[in-house]
């Protein structure tokens, strides 16, 4: 019996210590966790101080809620810049990405995302789309073909989604709008010669275009 018991005893004890390293390494390892999600919230509040810019473009989403900022970084000879998130409330401004000189300016579409256009050759361009909160980035294209006698100019557009849409004419201008709940973006089309042809609507849903 005594035996038993001081066997008892033993198990005891060391189950109590096993569990105490547990609980040690729990309550430190948590506080370290959220000072390290502190530290790097400060840091990204912080990253756009300090820095010699100006302002290139700035946009208010649809919702009034937020705005977006195009800077260009001064003293930099490859008029290199990056884009900021700036609350209205807080004031505080996030740096969401950085933006190459070849860059175009970047428009809402919705209160989520903004576009931007970008050079990849003389008949293409770039299309991308950035979630200003996870700042994920899409990539999307428009290759424009201008060699086709029978059809005449067209448009090959690779979204955002993995999804090609194939349409006449070529782009002229991007734009975006938003009407009650929905969201569309637009291109503006043109012929060979520069002369207005309509529209391509397609609707915005966050996680895919439909074209209208």
């Not at 260009?72 to 490859?78: S, V």
């Amino acid at each position: 019996m005594i035996l038993n018991d001081f066997k008892k005893i033993i198990i005891l004890s060391v189950v109590n210590i096993i569990l105490t390293i547990i609980l040690i390494f729990l309550f430190n390892q948590y506080p370290f966790q959220i000072e390290k999600r502190i530290f790097d919230k400060q840091r990204e509040m912080q990253s756009t101080q300090g820095i010699a810019k100006d302002v290139v473009y700035e946009e208010t989403s649809p919702d009034g809620n937020r705005k977006i900022i195009l800077y260009k970084i001064l003293d930099n000879p490859k008029e290199q810049g990056f884009i900021a998130l700036k609350d209205k409330i807080s004031k505080i401004e996030n740096y969401i990405y950085f933006s190459d000189y070849r860059d175009d300016m970047p428009y809402w579409i919705g209160n989520d995302f903004v576009y931007f256009t970008t050079y990849c050759g003389t008949s293409c361009q770039r299309l991308f789309l950035l979630n200003v909160d996870s700042k994920q980035i899409y990539h999307g294209v428009l290759s424009y073909m201008v060699l086709d006698e029978k059809r005449g100019p067209y448009t090959i557009f690779k979204d955002w989604f993995g999804h090609e849409f194939n349409f006449n004419g070529l782009v002229d201008e991007i734009r975006s709008d938003t009407i009650g709940d929905k969201v569309y973006l637009i291109f503006y089309m043109r012929d060979d010669k520069s002369k207005s042809i309509g529209q391509k609507k397609f609707l915005f849903t966050g996680k895919t275009l439909e074209e209208l």
